[in-house]
């Protein structure tokens, strides 16, 4: 059974960059979608952006300029960066894997909540 | 952007009865890839159904969801204990490629 397990740093100042990584255990990175979703506390979700494991993303337009993501395929890991962050950025931070042929996140990290505050 | 809208948004039912949860989009939404998750506090997403009427693997057969196009419903046909929670629905296509609705609360009367 797949699960993934999520790191980074829950404290950070405005301006800092956020980084979470995400570690696939039971299966591999390979031939997948894997996303990193937002949720802001008693908020609902936003998708932040996917990657596939050959490092192919897609963002959202509305973080685009500051989000990068990436997928190592030998540590079977994938990772967010999210730059220049301030209090909006404040929420509960998961990994997700979107299951095949479908348009669906059927895994899911426990989740990371990240603060910013000065 | 395609925005979803859930109704309502908090449903309070006793164990037992049935939960009817809509979700509308704004648009049309593609191949009708529509998503429902369930969550509970402090915990991550679960997935229910996808592609609006599938069941993922070990989602009990009393959710089922129905829908097409710009509307969409998620069905609980009876109420267990365990059902109480917050829904969220979740579409694929446009930009950006995923949007969630803001969410359902299935509160214990």
């Known amino acids: 059974q797949v699960q993934l397990q999520q790191w980074g740093a829950g404290l950070l100042k405005p301006s800092e960059t956020l980084s979470l990584t995400c570690a696939v255990y039971?299966?591999?990175?390979?031939?997948?979608?894997w996303s990193w979703i937002r949720q802001p506390p008693g908020k609902g979700l936003e998708w932040i952006g996917e990657?596939?494991?050959?490092?192919?993303?897609n963002y959202n337009p509305s973080l685009q300029s500051r989000v990068t993501i990436s997928a190592d395929t030998s540590k079977n890991q994938f990772s967010l960066r999210l730059s220049s962050v301030t209090a909006a950025d404040t929420a509960v931070y998961y990994c997700?894997?979107?299951?095949?042929?479908?348009?669906?996140?059927?895994?899911w990290g426990q989740g990371t909540m990240v603060s910013v505050s000065s | 952007e395609i925005v979803l809208t859930q109704s309502p948004g908090t449903l309070s039912l006793s164990p037992g009865e049935r939960a009817t949860l809509s979700c509308r989009a704004s648009?049309?939404?593609?191949?009708?890839?529509l998503t429902w998750y369930q969550q509970k506090p402090g915990q991550a997403p679960r997935l229910l159904i996808y592609?609006?009427?599938t069941r993922a693997t070990g989602v009990p057969d009393r959710f089922s969801g129905g829908g097409s196009g710009t509307d969409f419903t998620l069905t609980i046909s009876r109420l267990e204990p365990e059902d109480f929670a917050v829904y969220f629905c979740?579409?694929?296509?446009?930009?950006?490629?995923?949007?969630f609705g803001q969410g359902t609360k299935l509160d214990l009367k």
């Open positions: 997700g894997r979107h299951l095949s042929g479908t348009r669906a996140f059927d895994v």
């Open positions: 039971g299966g591999s990175l390979t031939n997948y979608w």
């Open positions: 990657v596939f494991h050959s490092g192919r993303t």
């Open positions: 648009q049309s939404v593609s191949s009708n890839f």
């Open positions: 592609d609006a009427s």
């Open positions: 979740q579409q694929y296509g446009g930009s950006p490629l995923y949007t």
